[in-house]
């Protein structure tokens, strides 16, 4: 990965409560993944008074805390000021393009099928759609492209229930179903692509007007590292800061509840902040964003 300044604050975070009746089991993936181009600077989680929670690293390297949502209201509170670039999403392929006999044993897993990217049902459509493009980025780039202008984003039109075919066959949804729809045709060509979830602040980018949310995109690797690709967009954004990746939404989950625990408050925050100004801890001000315009406010 080129190197570049972490030259840019910006503050992430989530409040979150749950109501339940019983003890129930919970694993929460909410801290910023200590990689790429960005550096935790402030950083603060609570889980409430009296819930045990222990860290641990799932599967695909992901920080996840395993606790224990008690009777009553539970509350629990991310709050991080994080350096991260100016550049934006980079295209540039570093070394050859790897076949699948090339690849690290560890990357396989990312060109298979699974629960949400079902990759075998959609092979036939993704040779004849994209099959007649150059393998690599070109392709890569075309099915992007095919998911932003043929997917229509619906806020509140997601299900747990829907996979990448299912997506396409219906024509709309939410980011993590542009992101699956991308991924599944992505493998389709034997391409290891992994599903992404984060936070992404609007900085250089015009605030659309919609409320603070969780963020999915999607990773693919080309030549020898991960590019991020994000159909909802599917443009070059500035700012990313991962929280989880996996082979689809089951690992990217930011709450995993065992039992009928009743989301009963959800609030998420994502903005460019001075952090001369702002810390971990101070009341959401979004008279302090720095972001949400076209042009990118350095500090």
Not at 103 to 126: G, H, I, V
Not at 193 to 200: M, P
Not at 276 to 285: E, K, L, R, T, W
Request: charged share 20%; hydrophobic share 40%.
């Amino acid at each position: 990965m080129t190197w570049s300044p972490l030259n840019l604050t910006v503050r992430v975070g989530c409040s979150l409560a749950y109501e339940t009746t019983i003890p129930t089991p919970v694993l929460f993936v909410l801290r910023p993944r200590l990689e790429g181009r960005v550096l935790v600077m402030q950083e603060k989680l609570s889980f409430g008074i009296g819930q045990p929670a222990y860290e641990f690293q799932d599967s695909h390297g992901n920080i996840t805390y395993r606790s224990l949502l008690m009777p009553g209201r539970n509350e629990i509170r991310h709050d991080a000021l994080v350096a991260v670039s100016s550049l934006p999403d980079t295209r540039q392929i570093q070394g050859s393009l790897l076949t699948v006999a090339q690849l690290p044993a560890e990357l396989l897993r990312y060109t298979l099928p699974s629960r949400y990217c079902d990759s075998d049902k959609l092979r036939d459509f993704a040779w004849n759609q994209f099959g007649q493009i150059p393998h690599g980025l070109p392709r890569v780039q075309a099915i992007s492209d095919w998911v932003h202008n043929n997917i229509e984003y619906r806020f509140g039109s997601g299900r747990p229930d829907l996979s990448a075919s299912e997506v396409i066959h219906r024509r709309h949804g939410v980011c993590r179903d542009f992101a699956h729809a991308a991924i599944a045709l992505c493998r389709a060509f034997n391409l290891p692509a992994r599903y992404v979830t984060g936070h992404l602040p609007d900085i250089g980018f015009q605030d659309p007007g919609s409320a603070m949310d969780f963020h999915a995109y999607c990773e693919v690797y080309l030549g020898q590292d991960w590019l991020t690709f994000d159909p909802r967009f599917n443009v070059p954004r500035i700012g990313r800061v991962k929280v989880a990746h996996g082979a689809d939404a089951v690992d990217g989950a930011f709450a995993t509840i065992y039992g009928e625990a009743k989301p009963a408050y959800f609030e998420v925050w994502a903005y460019q902040v001075n952090p001369q100004q702002v810390s971990v801890g101070d009341p959401i001000d979004l008279s302090r964003r720095l972001d949400g315009t076209p042009h990118v406010r350095l500090t």
